[in-house]
T-cell receptor, first 113, second 111 residues
């Protein structure tokens, strides 16, 4: 069974630019979650999508947005990039059956110059 | 507000020793408590998880102890090995699938 895949592995941008990160969930999983992991910090919840709808979002500004496609893959968009957006962005997927374990990809390392 | 508080921030253990990481929570609606292991350059991987209807769950050298009345749960790694050196995260969630993660514990096992 293929795991959660994320692309690209690394992404370098400059301040003010826009970044798009992609995630393919495990086959059969309908829920996708996005987390930000800044250096030395824990996982900060960003967004949760299920069946194409945004179910919940964390305490992040509106320039962090995303969407989920009919095949359950997902995209995270970050507009007007700031230096503090430099972090590892992790995607996880799960079955939507209530309290199912989340399975993570290896993340996209976003660096803002 | 940190929903799940994890300690210690870092831990150094001799090979063969016991590693213990603790987590505490306030929300009594939490009903699923997983632990994740993360190696550098990799995403977190589910290690072991427990639901509040049991007080202990063991899988190999890894054990979760759960104290519902104290709202605490802990991870015990028996016979710790250098290959266990990683960052460990506890988490808690409600039926709505919102996961709250602890801040992580960096474990170093010295040969």
């Amino acid at each position: 069974e293929a795991g959660v895949t994320q692309s690209p592995t690394h992404l370098i941008k400059t301040r003010g630019q826009q970044a798009t990160l992609r995630c393919s969930p495990i086959s059969g999983h309908t829920s996708v979650y996005w987390y930000q992991q800044a250096l030395g910090l824990g996982l900060q919840f960003l967004l949760w999508y299920d069946e194409g709808e945004e179910r919940n979002r964390g305490n992040f500004p509106p320039r962090f947005s995303g969407r989920q496609f009919p095949n359950y893959s997902s995209e995270l968009n970050v507009n007007a990039l700031e230096l503090e957006d430099s972090a590892l962005y992790l995607c996880a997927s799960s079955l939507d059956r209530g309290n199912q374990p989340q399975h993570f990809g290896d993340g996209t390392r976003l660096s803002i110059l | 507000q940190q929903q799940v508080k994890q300690s210690p921030q870092s831990l150094i253990v001799q090979k063969g020793g016991i590693s213990i990481i603790n987590c505490a929570y306030e929300n009594t609606a939490f009903d699923y408590f997983p632990w994740y292991q993360q190696f550098p350059g990799k995403g977190p991987a589910l290690l072991i998880a427990i639901r509040p209807d049991v007080s202990e769950k063991k899988e190999g050298r890894f054990t979760i102890s759960f104290n519902k009345s104290a709202k605490q749960f802990s991870l015990h790694i028996m016979d710790s090995q250098p290959g266990d050196s990683a960052t460990y995260f506890c988490a808690a969630s409600t039926t709505g699938n919102q996961f709250y993660f602890g801040t992580g514990t960096s474990l170093t096992v010295i040969p």
